[in-house]
């Protein structure tokens, strides 16, 4: 499954677009006290492990969005957007969407 921040593939041509797809995933309140209790990694204000926890997330998004695709029948999903919002004052959600379509070569 290609997935691609890109509308087109070079050297594709396009043969059906299948919709809309998305994924999400949501850190919750424990994740952020937990890292956050236990951090000794922070060097100029960054912190390792609550970076490599939003890429986890950053990964589920895409893999659920991806899954999405697969069952409509799509070999690639173009034009991706990952968004990163916060819910309420302890969550943060990280969402994945594109546009599912079937290419040939």
């Keep these: 499954m290609i997935v691609?921040?890109?509308p087109s593939i070079e050297g594709k041509h396009i043969t059906r677009y299948l919709g809309i797809v998305t994924g999400e995933?949501?850190?919750?309140?424990?994740?952020?006290r937990?890292?956050?209790?236990g951090i000794t990694d922070i060097v100029g204000g960054?912190?390792?492990?609550?970076?490599?926890?939003?890429?986890?997330?950053?990964d589920i998004a895409v893999a659920e969005m991806a899954e999405q695709?697969?069952?409509?029948?799509?070999?690639a999903v173009l034009s991706v957007d990952l968004d990163y919002e916060t819910i309420g004052q302890s969550m943060l959600m990280v969402s994945a969407s594109g546009t599912a379509v079937l290419y040939s070569d």
């Design 34 to 37: 937990d890292f956050f209790a």
């Design 25 to 32: 995933a949501i850190l919750g309140a424990n994740i952020f």
């Design 46 to 58: 960054r912190s390792a492990a609550y970076e490599e926890e939003l890429r986890k997330a950053k």
């Design 69 to 75: 695709a697969r069952r409509l029948g799509a070999n």
């Design 4 to 6: 691609s921040t890109t």
